[in-house]
């Protein structure tokens, strides 16, 4: 299957650069002022990662989509030209050299693998690492390709339903393609800017990036992407109410929703400090909460805790001995506590 990079119209692929320690901008949170109990950390820890695992897997989405700077780099031509769209809205087109700018207004393309419609505002420029692209207008999909997105936004519908909807305020996003794999469409990325997303099963996330590298590798029987995070990000999770500010260094996060997703390394949480998370059952996500799934904290304090996850609810075991000592049952309760 044919995989393009989100920024290609919209998040139509994302990846992140595999593995490793944080440095530069992804280093240390500021240690939180008041620390935590190991109980209120466990807490703290089960919901932010619920809101870190669904912004990952929605950065490594692929709704449907078309190509945006293909079109563009069909208005061959340093003068620019108008792009038909499918609703009489504007896409005004620009290519030079092995770079692309377009500006649209309420301008419908529609996808022909899928025929899902996706309309686009906004300014997006593509410096492309490759010759010839005016020309053939094509993007080669093994070229470097940085983005850079102003006031853009995709609303993604399938039989006239918003399925999605991405909203770049200001982002860069440099994307280098990677070989191998189970499916094309291995990168890795670095980001830096806004994104928004929101999607009809319930996601609603703002995502600050400060040179925030992710890797997306597609591996496994079945098929599935694998996504590591090293970097700066902070989330708005509006659907929970929670607000996580987070430095990664090598967190992994890889499955799909008909598999469960696996949440994996050590990140560190303004609000918390460094900790590590290991998946023990893959996590089932029902936004803002998750139906299934168990993980295993290694806390501030060196302490191990668990957590499950059940029809939206969580049992927490602050000790780690495989007994509860606390159930909620929603992970959005406002008892717990949690990053603000």
């Known amino acids: 299957m044919r995989r393009l990079h989100w920024c290609l119209v919209i998040l139509a692929a994302t990846a992140g650069c595999g593995g490793g320690g944080s440095s530069g901008d992804g280093g240390s949170l500021p240690t939180p002022v008041v620390p935590l109990s190991d109980a ?3 807490e703290a820890a089960s919901g932010a990662v619920l809101t870190i695992t669904a912004a990952l897997v929605a950065l490594a989405s692929e709704p449907p989509g078309v190509a945006v700077p293909n079109a563009a780099a069909r208005a061959s031509g340093p003068a620019g030209r108008a792009v038909l769209c499918a609703n009489g809205g504007v896409l005004v087109a ?6 692309i700018t377009s500006t649209a207004h309420e301008c419908e393309l529609i996808d022909d693998a899928s025929g899902t419609g996706i309309t686009v505002d906004g300014r997006l420029s593509v410096a492309v690492g490759a010759r010839g692209v005016c020309r053939t207008g094509e993007i080669p999909l093994d070229a470097v390709r940085t983005y850079r997105f102003t006031h853009f936004q995709a609303v993604v519908r399938d039989a006239g339903a918003v399925v999605e909807t991405f909203a770049a305020p200001r982002l860069v996003q440099t994307v280098r393609p990677l070989a191998g794999g189970c499916a094309a469409g291995q990168a890795e990325h670095r980001l830096d800017g806004r994104l928004l997303i929101r999607r009809r099963d319930g996601t609603d996330l703002r995502v600050d990036m400060r040179a925030l590298r992710l890797g997306l590798h597609l591996d496994g029987t079945p098929c599935a992407p694998r996504v590591t995070a090293d970097g700066r990000a902070e989330i708005a999770d509006h659907a929970a109410g929670r607000f996580v500010r987070a430095a ?18 050590a990140a560190m949480l303004d609000c918390l400090g460094a900790f590590s998370v290991a998946t023990e059952a893959p996590l089932v996500l029902a936004a803002p909460c998750a139906d299934a799934g168990a993980l295993r904290f290694q806390l501030p304090s060196r302490a191990t805790a668990r957590s499950r996850f059940d029809a939206g609810g969580i049992l927490l075991d602050a000790d780690g001995d495989g007994a509860p000592e606390r159930s909620v049952d929603s992970c959005i309760d406002t008892s717990l506590a949690s990053c603000e």
């Open 248 to 265: 990664f260094a090598g967190l992994t996060v890889s499955g799909s929703a008909a598999i469960g997703y696996r949440i994996d390394g």
């Open 94 to 99: 620009r290519c030079s050299g092995s770079v």
């Open 40 to 42: 209120e950390a466990t």
